[in-house]
């Protein structure tokens, strides 16, 4: 999985290396709200249920000039959850943390955007992508970690234009990050996250 990550990236700034002269290419920053995530994970006879709070996503994309009402975007996003409730049952055994405990990633997408053939300032826009994700995980009774997983996220939003090289926009994004293996009193089982966040953004053209 790392060499998958690691493909990921590099193919990511060899794009971005053999584009970077092109005019019309932009930068886009962003930040927002993560809503809460429920893991689920475990063996037969061990089962972990951990609830994470509302967090915090930010990140950055290179835009590639426009073709037609189609270009792609290459981003990084990074998020961080804190612990709301872990609850750890094995047998007749029931332990509670509410006290401790994180999630956290780093993501490289590579993503293709339409942009819907609308006149005016305002211009909506749908997208989906492929990347890698590094997660550090710590569900605040025994299990804390690092992984890599494979993603793929789907997003809509509007531009709006404030001058002729600087807009902002608002995004709604959906990401399903997995299948990755966690380890669970030895044995292996299988995890997936399901995230969504809202967030808004500054992009400029060069």
Known sequence: MKTFICATAV??????AGHAAAADNSWAFSAGALNKIDLHYGSSSTRIHTAY??????????????QGNWHWDIAVSFSHQDIDRSVYTSGSTTYTNTNSGSLKTASFWLDGVYDFPVKGSVKP?????????HVWLDDGVGLKGDLQSPGVQVFGGVNVAVSKKVSLFGEARL???GNFDIEVNSNATHAQLDTSAV??????SF
């Not at 709070?53 to 426009?66: C, D, L, R, V, Y």
């Not at 826009?125 to 994700?133: E, I, K, R, W």
């Open 11 to 16: 193919a990511c700034l060899l794009a971005v």
């Open 53 to 66: 709070k509302s967090g915090s996503q930010f990140g950055g994309a290179w835009t590639s000039k426009p």
């Open 199 to 204: 967030v808004v953004g500054l992009r400029t």
């Open 125 to 133: 826009y749908v997208g989906a992508g492929f990347g890698g994700t």
């Open 175 to 177: 990401e399903r990050l």
